[in-house]
């Protein structure tokens, strides 16, 4: 009897070695090299680690079916509803940690030691916002495709019907402080001379010629760097070489030396200005506003001006 209880206990240690060595080899060597915090990634980079057991791919186009008539494949899909929650009756704002932790853990199946390379489309900046809330959870093996979907069809690479399989995970979040500025962190550094707030929304919903909240306009001496104005191209949209994006930050008098504030109606278009300036300009001190106008505008006491001049 015991001889067959330890004879049945090798096979089946071998029948886990056989299956999850492959595995373990994988996650000890880093999928893509220079992947110490986000970053973009480029098609020529990622397309053939699609099924590497220790990248999480998420897709975060706006269409649910758009996914399903075809993806990235082992492509996950989450929609960018599920990063609102709303808060003391203010819509739109961030889930807590342990919500969050169980959306990344369960429902993607990611844990602390996985990469994340996540796309959306153009015009759509879904992917910079989940950038956002992990790097806010202290994650820091994240990926934005460049180009996104459009880049990735363009230049017919695979793409799928098929779900990916995979199992619940353990995700864990440090929250970074430092990531995130909350209503009163602002009000409080309006006249602070170190301290730059840029409005990522469009120039007619800054200036208060659109928008549907009780009050138009925007934060007073925020300026106005419309979000999509650090993309270039039609049909495909990537970011703008790094030269390029410091003269137009140059132009705006935009400087890395001062505590830089991104906000916009609710944080996600702002998210593609903090993952610009912290991660592809390399500003070390930016900060995402995540109430944002929404919650702004909606008290009374906080200040708002109206027109183009901040």
Known sequence: MEKRRSLARTVEILILTFFFLPTFLFAKSPPIKNFDHPRLIETREFQNLTHHPSIRIVDLRISFLDYLRGHIPNAVYLHVDNLFVPEKGIPAQAPDRICLERLLGDNLGLSNQMWVILYSEKSNPNAAFLAWTLDFLGHKKVGILNGGWEKWVSEKLPTTQEYPSFLPNKFFGKVIRET??????????????????????????????????????????????????????????????????????????????????????????????????????????????????????????????IGMDP
């Open 180 to 305: 995130l500025a909350d209503k009163k962190w602002v009000r409080d550094r309006l006249m602070a001379k170190q301290v730059q707030i840029l409005d990522a929304r469009s120039p007619k919903q800054y200036s208060g010629e659109e928008g549907e909240e009780i009050r138009r306009g925007h934060i007073p001496g925020a300026k106005n760097l419309f979000w999509e104005t650090t993309l270039e191209g039609e049909e495909i949209r990537v970011w703008k070489k790094k030269e390029d994006l410091e003269k137009l930050l140059a132009e705006w008098r935009i400087t890395r030396d001062k505590e830089t504030i991104v906000h916009c109606r609710t944080g996600r278009e702002a998210s593609h200005l903090y993952f610009t300036l912290k991660y592809v300009i390399g500003f070390p001190n930016v900060r995402l506003y995540r109430g944002s106008w929404v919650e702004w505008s909606a008290d009374r006491n906080m200040p708002v001006k």
